[in-house]
């Protein structure tokens, strides 16, 4: 369909919401100081933010690439009594506010948590309020996306292939290995991005579990919300631009790579 | 034929449907499944190929081995899959050496095996092409080459030629035919096409709705069909009915007269080509003329087929000149001739 003949009451709603989503960012490219840009940029503060942030949310995507994918492959491959009720449980996290999950995750594996006591008497772990703890808040957000989209891909992809694996003497778990991950490969760099998107921005969960300690714990957004609290509005844009320059030229660059079809 | 090397009964229950097919094949032969969508040909090869599992009452021993309860990866079963699923990521060499690689080869000696079959069913020179590179009868043959470079004491193939195109498919089949005949273990072939089935094997199993009704050589088949479907895939009618001498009573007080002489139950035969039409009641030689309605016209080959209602339907080839003097609309009355030196007459074996 050629632009001019697209209906007025779908092309009105559809402009609006582009311009919805643009003008904030046009907000915060028309109040950069960009005299002092660099300056600012390589302030100690703003470096060790910004490494702990690409730190913590790489370390938070490989852990729910190691956990998340075999879970999306026993909910999309295996039947077992339960199946969609563990489903639901994995979509939980998502609607759940993250402050609320902060929350959750102290009385789980904070110090005198669930579990995190007998860590703490066992072998002297403690999570929350380090930079683990960052990780685990990120990795508790983002999960369920990279869950969701590779569940996504496995049941898109033919499970035909497995069984031309099996009659040549494939067993499952080089099956997996050699057919089926080469064959979601595509899905599971898509459900990556956007774990790894999700664990940069975490904010709320990060801040209640692990707390808002400069070079442990403080990450760009939390770096952003404190310039932001102190009255450092200049300072406050100076980060959210770092953040939105690192994550989209990141993104870009996946995206070339990964995320066209192959 | 030395001996028989399969010998199951691939008995599978599937909601309401049930399969049950007892199956031997011998070392070196190659047996056609043939039957109408929905008979089972598939769920039978599934179920040979451990991909979907035997009842209890189901067998499958493999020279002399139990495989009844065998997972799929532990037989020495090799399958060629109507859409040949080569694996897309690999390229037709590695598709090759996969089988080989999961048998405990090193890449070297896997690949070394590959190349061997690629040049088998000659695709040297498309080793590196990955599969959405290949044209269809290029991924028949890396198909083929991937189920036998294990080494399968049995190779199913599953509608082999159905994904390709008329001419390629032309080709493809004589190709086949070579590989098979070089096949020492035992092939079993699934097809709806009766032409696959005869050029393909040396002998036919007929399923229908879960069930055998009837196995032989071509000849015989071919000759002697025992159930509608077998003789419209042999280009034959078919009626049963009850012979007394020369006369076998088909339908409710309605008697075909054929040369041959049986007794009791009994089929009778003839060619579509057998069937002369007239527009009025002719005299003369033809034992067999019935009054009928014209329900349908179709071309067929050079021909047409004309199907006709009456006592009985029945189908008749005539020439365009014949037509044109016979007005064929549906509806139509006329009058058929069946010669009875054109029929053939034989006993219900199955009685």
């Known amino acids: ?245 690192v994550s989209v030229a990141i993104l870009a660059g996946l995206r070339d790579r990964w995320l066209t079809a192959p | 034929m030395t001996g028989v090397l399969l010998d199951a009964r691939l008995a599978v229950r599937r909601g309401t449907f049930q399969l049950d097919v007892e199956l031997r094949i011998g070392r070196g032969e190659t047996v056609a499944l043939l039957g109408p969508n929905g008979a089972g040909k598939t769920t039978a090869l599934r179920a040979l190929a451990g991909l979907t599992p035997l009842s209890a009452d189901g067998r499958l021993l493999l020279d002399g081995r139990d495989l009844s309860r065998t997972p799929p990866e532990q037989r020495p079963i090799g399958v060629v899959f109507q859409d040949y699923l080569l694996f897309p990521h690999l390229s037709a060499r590695d598709n090759v050496a996969f089988g080989p690689r999961r048998h405990g080869r090193d890449r070297k000696a896997a690949h070394a095996v590959a190349d061997h079959w690629l040049d088998r069913v000659g695709l040297t020179e498309y080793a590196r092409r990955k599969p959405r590179n290949l044209s269809g009868g290029q991924a028949q043959r890396v198909a083929l080459a991937r189920a036998l470079a294990v080494d399968p004491t049995l190779l199913l193939l599953d509608e082999p030629l159905a994904a390709l195109d008329a001419r390629t498919r032309l080709e493809t089949r004589g190709e086949l035919r070579r590989h098979l005949s070089a096949h020492p273990g035992a092939t079993l072939l699934v097809t709806h096409d009766p032409l696959d089935a005869l050029v393909l094997a040396d002998r036919l199993v007929i399923v229908e709705q879960g069930r055998v009704v009837q196995e032989g050589d071509a000849a015989t088949i071919t000759a002697r069909p025992r159930t509608d479907y077998v003789a419209r895939l042999v280009g ?84 365009p000149a014949a037509a044109a003097q016979l007005d064929l609309v549906p509806g139509r009355q006329l009058w058929v001739a069946v010669k009875a030196t054109e029929t053939r007459a034989y006993p219900d074996g199955s009685q």
């Open chain 1, 1 to 245: 369909m050629k632009p001019g003949r697209v209906p007025v009451p779908l092309l009105v709603p559809a402009v609006l919401g582009l311009i919805f989503l643009i003008l904030p960012l046009v907000g915060l490219l028309a109040r950069t100081p960009w005299g002092s840009l660099l300056d600012r940029l390589t302030e100690p503060g703003v470096v060790a933010a910004l490494r702990l942030s690409l730190l913590t949310s790489t370390l938070a995507t490989v852990l729910c690439l190691v956990l998340g994918v075999p879970l999306a492959w026993l909910l999309a491959r295996v039947e077992f009594p339960g199946r969609r009720l563990v489903r639901a449980l994995i979509t939980v996290p998502l609607v759940l506010p993250p402050v609320v999950g902060g929350i959750a995750l102290l009385l789980a594996l904070g110090r005198r948590g669930l579990v995190g006591q007998w860590l703490d008497s066992t072998f002297g772990i403690t999570l929350p309020f380090t930079t683990a703890g960052v990780v685990i808040a990120e990795s508790f957000v983002a999960l369920p996306f990279l869950v969701i989209a590779v569940e996504g891909a496995l049941r898109g992809a033919d499970s035909r292939y497995e069984e031309a694996a099996a009659t040549l003497g494939s067993g499952r778990w080089t099956t997996f290995t050699h057919v089926t991950l080469p064959l979601v490969a595509p899905g599971i760099a898509a459900g990556a991005v956007l774990c790894w998107a999700r664990a940069l921005g975490e904010f709320g969960a990060t801040i209640t579990f692990a707390g808002n300690y400069p070079g442990v714990t403080q990450t760009m957004p939390l770096a952003v919300y404190q310039t932001m609290e102190s009255g450092d509005l200049e300072g406050a844009v100076v980060l959210s631009l770092i953040l939105l320059v």
């Open chain 2, 236 to 319: 034959l009618n078919l009626f049963r009915g009850h012979g007394d001498g020369h006369a076998v009573t088909v339908a409710d007080g309605f008697t075909l007269t054929s040369t041959d002489t049986v007794h009791g139950d009994a089929f009778v035969a003839f060619p579509p080509s057998a069937v002369a039409l007239h527009p009025h009641q002719p005299d003369g030689s033809p034992r067999n003329t019935w009054p009928a309605v014209l329900a349908d016209v179709q071309h067929h080959g050079d021909n047409l087929r004309v199907r006709l209602d009456g006592p009985i339907s029945v189908a008749a080839d005539i020439t």
